[in-house]
């Protein structure tokens, strides 16, 4: 089935109630399974709290995000006027291997982002961060 | 995102239902601390109708375990969705912090 749609992000987290209703608007029509629901759901929102939180985007410049649906591949666009930021080669794995005590309080999110995708591209185009993401679990 | 608690046997228990996620985190753990705060026991978070977690959540349960861990009180995570359990899996938390797979089993293994 090929499908897509497209989602405007406020830039505040408040909005992710709005983004996660229309994911599981989309996922119905998509007929997406519920693990990859939750992991769109989970994409979503570690990327734009990302770009809300570290690349200073705010007010009046919302996160372009658009899903699609085609064969077994879904892919995943977002767009935002933030820093320029490439989570492909910006951000280090964290250390899981560290006991409770030593543990840092962050750097999950981006990590847990790149386990549920096959494919990260990142480009930085007329001012803009653009990122695809494609996971490829549909069988 | 609801927070409630009881108390069965020596652990106090403390059910978690709906979504955590980057906008409710917070609150989500100053519900959780000011309900662990008045007690100095064993602590089970119960996830069972937990439909979502986020790195935003993640962190939260992390700084409760330390917070547990500096008093000495014994903490486990029971009934973990599968979505929920691989994001646990995939950071390494199945690592540091104990993973029942009932409230009961969580209960009888805080008891011995």
């Given at each position: 089935m090929n ?6 992000m406020?830039p505040d987290?408040e ?11 989309f996922?119905?029509?998509a007929?997406?399974?519920m693990?990859?629901?939750?992991q769109?759901k ?5 990327m734009?709290l990302?770009?809300i939180?570290?690349?200073g985007?705010?007010g009046d410049?919302p ?12 892919t995943?666009e977002?767009?935002?006027v933030?820093q320029?930021?490439?989570?492909i ?6 250390d ?5 005590e ?7 999110g981006?990590?847990l ?7 990260m ?7 803009r961060?653009?990122?695809?993401l494609?996971?490829?679990r549909?069988a | 995102?609801d927070?409630t ?5 020596g652990?106090l ?6 979504r955590?996620d ?5 609150k989500?753990?100053k ?5 662990i705060?008045?007690?100095d ?5 119960d996830?069972?109708?937990l439909?979502y ?6 962190r939260?349960?992390l700084?409760i375990?330390?917070?547990l861990q ?8 029971c ?6 359990g691989?994001v646990?899996?995939i ?16 209960v009888s293994?805080?008891?011995?």
């Amino acid at each position: 089935m090929n499908v897509s749609t497209s989602i405007t992000m406020q830039p505040d987290a408040e909005d992710l109630e709005n983004v996660f209703a229309a994911v599981e608007e989309f996922a119905e029509r998509a007929e997406w399974p519920m693990n990859l629901v939750f992991q769109v759901k989970l994409i979503l929102e570690e990327m734009s709290l990302n770009v809300i939180n570290y690349g200073g985007v705010e007010g009046d410049d919302p996160i372009d995000i658009k899903l699609k649906t085609e064969g077994d591949t879904v892919t995943i666009e977002i767009k935002d006027v933030g820093q320029p930021f490439d989570p492909i080669k910006d951000a280090p794995d964290p250390d899981l291997g560290l006991p409770l005590e030593q543990r840092p309080i962050g750097g999950l999110g981006l990590y847990l982002v790149r386990t549920m995708v096959d494919e990260m591209h990142y480009k930085w185009h007329d001012g803009r961060n653009h990122l695809t993401l494609i996971t490829r679990r549909l069988a | 995102m609801d927070v409630t608690s009881q108390r069965t046997g020596g652990a106090l228990i403390v059910s978690v239902e709906g979504r955590v996620d980057g906008a409710n985190a917070r609150k989500f753990q100053k519900a959780v601390e000011s309900v662990i705060d008045d007690d100095d026991g064993a602590v089970i978070l119960d996830m069972e109708n937990l439909s979502y977690i986020s790195s935003a959540g993640l962190r939260s349960i992390l700084l409760i375990a330390k917070g547990l861990q500096k008093r000495n009180s014994q903490f486990a995570v029971c009934s973990l969705q599968d979505a929920i359990g691989e994001v646990f899996r995939i950071v390494g938390f199945d690592k540091i912090v104990t993973i029942h797979s009932s409230q009961g089993e969580a209960v009888s293994a805080m008891g011995s």
